[in-house]
């Protein structure tokens, strides 16, 4: 499974972005797309996740009602929908696949693609 994250770049506190997750055809049919992100200095941390089967969404604590996950099958492609961001959502998002139900748990995911920075800065 490939995956390749885009969308990211620098905007001010309050704006939006919205991160676009290439996958392989056919994938969101077996797997969990989820989204992680990594600070300088800080762990690596599960942000979103969307579920194969049912599309069920899960949120972060830290992004809850500010973050929308979301996916196009014709597409092959899953977005994360940034809105209200804050100086601490900086950091390089990555978006994995997980073979199995929804998890946070970076240890858990099979594929991971490259990831895309965003800055959040005035």
């Known amino acids: 499974v490939q995956l390749q994250a885009s969308g990211g770049g620098l905007v001010q506190p309050g704006g939006s972005l919205r991160l676009a997750c290439a996958v392989s055809a056919f994938a969101l049919d077996y797997y969990a797309i989820v989204w992680f992100r990594q600070a300088p200095g800080k762990e690596r941390e599960g942000v979103s996740c969307?579920?194969?089967?049912?599309?069920?969404?899960y949120y972060a604590d830290s992004v809850k009602g500010r973050f929308t996950i979301s996916r196009d099958n014709a597409k092959n492609t899953v977005y994360l929908q940034m809105n209200n961001l804050k100086p601490e959502d900086t950091a390089v998002y990555y978006c994995?696949?997980?073979?199995?139900?929804?998890?946070?748990?970076?240890?858990?995911?099979?594929?991971w693609g490259k990831g895309t920075q965003v800055t959040v800065s005035s």
């Open positions: 994995a696949a997980y073979l199995d139900v929804c998890t946070l748990v970076a240890a858990n995911m099979d594929y």
């Open positions: 969307i579920s194969r089967s049912d599309g069920a969404t």
